[in-house]
């Protein structure tokens, strides 16, 4: 256990703990002791610190427990009810064996009166006061788990963002001044010296760019598709050099294997930028499937005035594999070759395919926030105004309880905004209506 981090954490939650104790302990003289003074607020005090800390530790520990059987994100509900069930059952044995500790075991009182009298006010008030500290607590948990799922959807929003990245690069690569100028000479020189084969690589450029121009709406290709389209990128890249560039290619290929979608283009190309290739010293890249991985291998052969690259391709590979998998692009150079191993994934990853603003899912967030704060705020004020209303009617008169209208009333308040809150209104009516149209197979618009 880290002693220094707990050692922070309470001392942060020290003023906390010290401002909840004092208001709870005042609280308890003006509703329970009827006496106001400093010597009993101090008494109070002294008791109402342990109990703040025993009744926080315990609904804590009770969030922490539903929490790893109803996440909030996936279960609201059932986390709801749980939580409300939850909340009653341990708040109330935890007040009550606090309650028997101090009255009948430290002051001696008669268990006969444990249920009556100001011992059973003491109850019910702290019993309230629990309530509250839960749901504040509960509140504090759902937040996190919301900024949690805010953080998620950035992750999802940069994938999104450097898969454009990439497919702009690949673009950049292919549109590169340099590389046009050498194709359009190796064309022009077929031209004049064989038609046929200038004719297949004018067909050869144009796939290419077509397969690019495919991939812009996609996050991951089949492995065959990348194959293919790398024969054919290897084809075109022959032409131009011809035997000086050597490429081997697997027998077989996964059926259901999945890449990034122009990786094996890009780690292609980038052999052909940094290395020298000629008839008497070629440059053979060797592309294998092993396992889950592809590979793709080249002897070094290093240009003398080579072009210093950004490594933004291979950049781009490597941070699109870490936002959808934890297996990792593994690059080697150990002087004699130089290899990039690519992960193959065997199902496709549940990435966004629609264009979400990360500030949009924050405000929802926030506004979700402010809506269970407006509740647990309305909540709090229920728990602590009614029974004050009570203690006013059965200290004025017992004739005639007039404090169980305002309870009556208020409380229905409380559950309409509990329905309005937690979806069991407009909300509800619109999730049903909207699955009846998918089960029928129809949409929104179609209504319209």
């Known amino acids: ?104 075991v430290i002051k001696n009182s008669s268990i006969e009166n444990f249920f009556a009298g100001r011992m059973a006010l003491s109850h019910w008030f702290l019993i309230n006061t629990s309530l509250v500290f839960s749901a504040l607590i509960q509140v504090f948990a759902y937040k996190k788990q919301l900024i949690k799922n805010y953080e998620q959807s950035v992750v999802e929003q940069e994938f999104i963002a450097t898969t454009a990245s990439t497919q702009v690069q ?32 004018t067909q050869s450029m144009s796939k290419v760019y077509r397969y690019v121009i495919e991939q812009n709406s996609k996050e991951l290709a089949t492995v065959a598709e990348e194959i293919e389209f790398a024969k054919l990128y290897s084809k075109m890249l022959q032409t ?55 590979s793709v291998r080249n002897n070094i052969q290093r240009k003398s005035q080579e ?69 647990y705020g309305n909540l709090i004020s229920y728990c602590i105004f009614i029974p004050f209303l009570f203690f006013v009617n059965w200290k004025t008169s017992t004739a005639y309880w007039w404090a169980f209208w305002p309870m009556l009333g208020w409380g229905i308040g409380v559950v309409s905004h509990a329905f309005k809150v937690f979806g069991i209104g407009r909300e509800w009516e619109e999730k049903q209506i909207r699955k009846y149209m998918e089960k029928n197979g129809e949409t929104k618009e179609n209504w319209k």
């Not at 549109?175 to 064309?187: E, G, I």
């Not at 011809?242 to 077989?252: A, I, L, N």
């Not at 150079?333 to 290899?339: H, M």
């Open 170 to 201: 690949s673009l950049k690569n292919q549109l590169d001044p340099h590389f046009l100028f050498n194709s359009l000479n190796v064309l022009t020189s077929l031209i004049q010296e064989d038609q046929a084969a200038a004719q297949r690589f």
């Open 307 to 375: 072009q210093m690259g950004t490594g933004i391709g291979l950049q781009n590979i490597i941070k699109r594999y870490n936002l959808l998998t934890d297996r990792e692009v593994l690059i080697s150079d150990d002087s004699r070759y130089f290899s990039v191993v690519i992960p193959i994934l065997t199902q496709k990853q549940n990435v966004m395919t629609h264009n979400t603003s990360p500030l949009t899912e924050y405000e929802k967030a926030y506004k979700r926030v402010e809506e269970l704060k407006g509740f």
């Open 240 to 294: 131009r050099f011809d035997d000086s560039v050597q490429f081997e290619f697997p027998q077989s290929v996964p059926e259901n294997g999945y890449i990034v979608p122009l990786s094996l283009q890009l780690v292609l190309e980038n052999c052909i930028k940094h290395n020298r290739a000629t008839s008497e010293e070629p440059l053979i890249v060797r592309i294998e499937i092993s396992g889950n991985t592809l």
């Open 1 to 104: 256990m880290d002693w220094s981090h707990t050692k922070k954490k309470l001392q942060k939650a020290l003023p906390y703990l010290l401002a909840s104790s004092a208001v709870v302990g005042l609280a308890y003289d003006v509703v329970v002791n009827q006496v106001l003074s400093v010597e009993s607020f101090l008494v109070s005090l002294l008791l109402a610190i342990p109990f703040v800390l025993l009744v926080g530790t315990t609904n804590i520990l009770l969030d922490r427990f539903l929490s790893k059987r109803f996440a909030w994100s996936s279960s609201n509900y059932s986390r709801i009810a749980y939580s409300i069930v939850g909340a009653l059952l341990v708040n109330t044995v935890v007040v009550l064996i606090v309650s028997y500790v101090h009255f009948i």
